[in-house]
């Protein structure tokens, strides 16, 4: 059974920095994509920024800049380092991992950023 944990959440101030990480588990053959979304209250839940298995990177406008998402394949693991943090940056954030064409979301880290 596929299991996504994300962790590294928290609160920070405007302009700092948080890093943002997901291990996925539980699959029998190579995880995909993996991706990190956030949804904020009243929102619907939005890309941040996805990296494929070869490396292939993309992101929302919003965090072109500021965001790096990277992984370790070898540790099915994917980190979101969030630089120069905005409080409209503040969500709840979740990781994704696509395996066999499934998309598996973990249960959210929430991020909140003070102005």
């Known amino acids: 059974q596929v299991q996504v944990v994300e962790s590294g959440g928290g609160l920070v101030q405007a302009g700092g920095s948080l890093r943002l990480s997901c291990v996925a588990s539980?699959?029998?053959?190579?995880?995909?994509?993996m991706g990190w979304y956030r949804q904020a209250p009243g929102k619907q839940r939005e890309l941040v920024a996805r990296?494929?298995?070869?490396?292939?990177?993309n992101y929302a406008d919003s965090v072109k800049g500021r965001f790096t998402i990277s992984r370790d394949n070898a540790k099915n693991t994917v980190f979101l380092q969030m630089n120069s943090l905005k409080s409209e940056d503040t969500a709840v954030y979740y990781c994704e991992a696509v395996v066999v064409l499934t998309s598996y979301w973990g249960q959210g880290t929430q991020v909140t950023v003070s102005s």
């Open positions: 539980g699959s029998i053959y190579n995880f995909g994509a």
């Open positions: 990296i494929s298995r070869g490396g292939t990177t």
